[in-house]
């Protein structure tokens, strides 16, 4: 089907009407079987994990397996939390063992399935049972062991989405070696800082990984990141597609080798509750990505119960539940959603290896028909895609397995919801769009599907125990309709709990903005009915298709190209993407529009994504490149950011037809800002 505008598509089609106020309840068929059954269970609950948020989560981490028991729920010092203190867990033990040593033995723990279709029409899958699960993870923890991997060790993860990489993290897990998942989609300097800022002694990778039916040549761009990460002792190459890949005698050893080899059984180390169980990169305002560091017993314990409630897992009236999460375990969605949570409560979890578009529109929804999925976990940016592609790939399939849908990772607009509800859920499944970011390592605003009537468009109401209020700058909430900044008054047991290597930016980053409080970097509104609408971030940070990125980051890139003086990067809405990047550039004086024709201006554009695309990752290339004499600024020198935006998004600035590119414009509008 030829492109068209999602907006267009979506007014010519939405039967209902959309209005603001329009308010969802939980089907009575789905609140009548859920783990939380009506509104008055979820409130009076709330009320008592607020009044005592402390034996709530103790209850709820009494759920899970403890070698040694806390002695104490929480130790709060601002910016400095300890939960379930002095007690001993394992994560790998309560995903895996718990289960595989119980009746749920040979229950389904991941289904997986490849994207390539073989010769014969069919795709590659994989199921693996907790029993056999518990098997391999052992097996991979006893190879790590054997190249001299321990307890704080951090490890880096370059992988494709394979059930090794959950085996991977469960491996690490289950010995103390700290896990830093690198997002597959990196470029070679990017994976370079991240594993140097670490110092990772080791980099578990594959030859290639499929994608949109191409091969992703990760081994290759591994290689070529440790030309510079001196730490690195180990590459372990998974070999998946079979590409032929370089070897490295002594430092690059071949997955299935080092498996073979393995000694069966490798006991669960106890962890201290505070001891890190991984560290991801995430892109921030300022610098370089931070390694945000995630410790165990906390997250453990929320990640546990935001998946039971949340998703209505590990729920006894759904034993035979699928659940997918669609999110790449190089985020934080995939760590919290697709591995931890999930497993920790014994559900079957779909993998899929690939891209929704491959070889058709309708990937997707032949996945969810050929596995009975039931719940289904996706990003706004892919239901603006779906709906770009066309209702009819979506309606050639029953999808009436589904019983509960879920959204993450960026505001997502009504009529998107509208659609996702009437056309994916068939009007029958509930829609949970779930707030959280990296740091707060599990959910935080969402509703809890049996029980809290949904809007569309918004995360509607706290977890349990979390209490998030919307301030001004100085922290004053401010009354219910009006906009502010989003803030959590308490702490929660899965936040970071520093940055890696530099505590001190942690403090200054989340704890410092608003006094007293964890500063989210989102704005917010609270409605009457105690709703939160989440507006988009307030800092210097994009969302470009549910991914994060620092527009500092694109800048420091396109700086590093020798023809660019300098780069100011803003976001621009973009109806499928949600932002799109745009690069404001001014060129060195031999390469400036008045020295270059303009077909050489134009090669240079093109230069400059790729530029970008090499040095960070095609998530990072930026949609529209502008050469400008000079950029606007403050007497102090910061770049006017609000200019740009405005003139990204609407061309011009307020009104004036000039465009910004012309020097005594913007020499105009830094008198009137400043003046
Ligand atoms: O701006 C918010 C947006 O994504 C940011 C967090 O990004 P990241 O750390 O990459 O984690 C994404 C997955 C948890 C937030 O600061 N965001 C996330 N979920 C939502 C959202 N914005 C609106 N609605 C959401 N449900």
Redesign the pocket.
Known sequence: MASQSVTKVLSQDLESTLREDRVFPPPPEFAAAANIPSLEAYESLYARSIADPESFWAEAASELHWFEKWTKVLDWNLPNAKWFVDGKINLSYNCVDRHALSDRANKTAIIWEGEPYGSDGTSQIRKLTYAELHAEVQKFANALKSLGIKKGDRVAVYMGMTPELAIALLACARIGAIHSVIFGGFAANAIADRVNDSQCVAILTQDTSYRRGAQIQLKKTVDEALANTPSVQHVVVLKRSGAEVAMQQGRDHWWHDLVAKADPTCLAEPLDSEDPLYILY?SGTTGKPKGLVHTTGGYAVQTYLTTKYVFDLGNPNHPDDVYWCT?DIG???GHSYVVYGPLQNGATVLMYEGAPNHPDFSRFWKIIDDHRVTIFYTA?TAIRAFIKWGNEHVEKHGLDSLRLLG??????NPESWMWYRERVGQSRCPIV????????GAIM??PIPGAVPTKPGS?TRPFFGIQPEVVTREGDPVPAGSGGLLVIRKPWPSMARTIYGDHERYQKTYWSDVPGCYF???GARKDADGYYW?M??VDD?L?VS???LGTMEVESALVAHPKVAEAAVVGRPDDLKGQAVVAFVTLESAHNSAATTPEALAALKEELKKWVSKEIGSLARPEEIRFTDALPKTRSGKIMRRLLRELATHGTIQGDTTTLEDFQVIAKLRESEEG
Request: charged share 20%; hydrophobic share 35%; aromatic share 8%.
């Open positions: 995430t999110a985020w934080v969605t706004p959204t993450v990772g960026e505001p997502i769009d779930t707030w959280w970011q990296t740091e707060t605003i969402a995360a989210t970097g989102d989440l988009g971030r940070v969302n549910g991914h994060r």
